[in-house]
C-alpha cells in the first residue's frame, strides 16, 4: 500500500514562496506518475502539477511560471516549489500517486492520496 504524507505548508504573505514536499512509502516515485492538487473551501479539487516517471511535466494555466514540480527518486520525494504565491492559492494541497505513462492533472485518475498541507497566502 503506497502512502504519501505532504509537509512544508503554512502562511505567507503575497509573493513569498513556500516548498511543499511528499514523502512516498510502500512505493517508489520512479514508477509512478505524481502530482499536486489543491482544494480551497467550497470548490472542487483542482490539479496544480503532474510529472510521470520520465520527469515529463504538465502544468495548470494558473500556476505556470510560478510553480516548479519535481522529484527525487533516491529520496522517494515529490516536492512543489511555489514562487509569487498570490491570495487566490490558498488553499490544501495534496500530493497524490498514479499509475500512467503521462502527467494527467484530472484528480480522478489518481489512486493514491495524502493527508494534505494547508498553505494560506495573505495580501
Known amino acids: 500500500q503506497v502512502q504519501l504524507v505532504e509537509s512544508g505548508g503554512g502562511s505567507v504573505q503575497a509573493g513569498g514562496s513556500l516548498r511543499l514536499s511528499c514523502a512516498v512509502s510502500?512505493?517508489?516515485?520512479?514508477?509512478?506518475?505524481m502530482g499536486w492538487f489543491r482544494q480551497a473551501p467550497g470548490k472542487e479539487r483542482e490539479g496544480v502539477a503532474a510529472?510521470?516517471?520520465?520527469?515529463?511535466?504538465k502544468y495548470a494555466d494558473s500556476v505556470k511560471g510560478r510553480f516548479t514540480i519535481s522529484k527525487d527518486n533516491a529520496k522517494n520525494t515529490l516536492y512543489l516549489q511555489m514562487n509569487s504565491l498570490k491570495p487566490e492559492d490558498t488553499a490544501m494541497y495534496y500530493c497524490?500517486?498514479?499509475?500512467?505513462?503521462?502527467?494527467?492533472?484530472?484528480?480522478?485518475?489518481?489512486?493514491?492520496w495524502g493527508q494534505g498541507t494547508q498553505v494560506t497566502v495573505s495580501s
Open positions: 497524490a500517486a498514479g499509475s500512467w505513462p503521462w502527467a494527467p492533472l484530472s484528480p480522478s485518475l489518481y489512486t493514491y
Open positions: 510502500g512505493g517508489t516515485s520512479r514508477t509512478y506518475c
Open positions: 510529472i510521470n516517471t520520465d520527469g515529463n511535466t
